[in-house]
């Protein structure tokens, strides 16, 4: 069975700049999530989704960030302008349904200079 | 809001021993408990989930256990290898989210 993939592995912009990321989940699986895990810490919910809409995008800094899961597949995050604070390792997860095992991306490490 | 600590944040034992890793949690009403592993540089693998009407989980040499009413969940790991070394990590489903611990950082010395 393949995992959730993620591209690009690696970013590194300019403060202001624009960035995406993408994921492609489990086949089947109908919640995805986006996490923010800054060095240290651990991993912070973004986003989740359930099929194509959003369920909880309580703590997604809406001024800057923005997502979408158009079919109910794959999702791209984006950050518009990027800020110094904003470099962490972005993570995408997917599981069968809510409160169902979640199964995570190698991540996106983003580094803003 | 949930809040999920994990103790100790960095444990460094030899080869061979058997040990312990510590999750606690706030808020009892949870869904499920789940461990997490992640190597430097890598996304999280999911090593065992706990429903919250179970009270233990076990995958080879791991066991994870869970104590809803006191808001506590330990992974015990059997005769480490230094092939576990990584940070460990706790999440607890409540709501429509996990809530994931700090982690702790485990180092199997050779």
């Known amino acids: 069975e393949a995992g959730v993939a993620q591209s690009p592995r690696y970013k590194i912009i300019e403060k202001r700049q624009s960035v995406a990321f993408w994921c492609n989940p489990i086949s089947g699986h109908a919640t995805l999530y986006w996490y923010q895990q800054i060095l240290g810490q651990g991993p912070k919910l973004l986003i989740q989704?359930?099929?194509?809409?959003?369920?909880?995008d309580s703590q997604l800094p809406k001024d800057r960030f923005s997502a979408e899961r158009l079919k109910g597949v794959d999702s791209t995050l984006k950050i518009q302008p990027a800020k110094l604070e904003d470099s962490a390792v972005y993570l995408c997860?997917?599981?069968?349904?809510?409160?169902?095992?979640?199964?995570f991306g190698q991540g996106t490490r983003l580094t803003v200079v | 809001k949930q809040e999920v600590t994990q103790i100790p944040a960095a444990l460094s034992v030899p080869e061979g021993e058997n040990l312990v890793l510590n999750c606690s949690f706030t808020?009892?009403?949870?869904?499920?408990l789940q461990w997490f592993r992640q190597d430097p540089g890598k996304g999280l693998t999911s090593l065992l989930l706990i429903q919250s009407s179970q009270r233990e989980q076990t995958s080879g040499r791991l066991n994870a256990s869970l104590d809803k009413s006191s808001g506590r969940s330990t992974l015990y790991i059997a005769a480490s290898q230094p092939g576990d070394s990584a940070t460990y990590l706790c999440a607890v489903s409540i709501g429509n989210q996990f809530y994931f611990g700090t982690g702790t950082s485990l180092t199997v010395i050779p």
């Open positions: 808020d009892s009403a949870i869904y499920n």
């Open positions: 989704f359930q099929n194509n809409g959003v369920v909880d």
């Open positions: 997860a997917s599981s069968w349904a809510r409160n169902t095992e979640a199964f």
